[in-house]
């Protein structure tokens, strides 16, 4: 989620089954590499039960083989304008700029 005229953003993750939500403030935005080491310190407590991720296409997400491979999991991209496919996030998301 990206703040007002692009000032700060906020990095959901939740799990399709259970609804299970946690967010991290991003202190650099959308730069891929930081956020590549907050989506890994947000699951690393997590790690036995990822067993896949599921982003969008974003240039954020360019470090996805390294967050992948520090999880040890699979990771995939929804496709392009399809934002249903991550239907549950999209709606989470929607709330929590309410």
């Known amino acids: 989620i990206v703040g007002k005229e692009n000032q700060g953003a906020i990095l959901t993750v939740t ?16 730069n891929a590499q930081a956020l590549a080491k907050e989506l890994y310190l ?34 995939f991209f929804a496709h392009p304008y399809s934002s249903w496919k991550r239907g549950l996030n999209e709606y989470t998301n929607k709330l929590i700029k309410q």
């Open 42 to 75: 947000l699951l690393l407590p997590y790690k036995k039960f990822v067993h896949s991720i599921t982003s969008d296409n974003g240039t954020e997400f360019y470090e996805h083989k390294w967050i992948a491979q520090k999880l040890n999991t699979d990771y």
């Open 15 to 30: 799990e399709r089954v259970t609804g299970f939500l946690l967010m991290r403030k991003l202190p650099e935005g959308k």
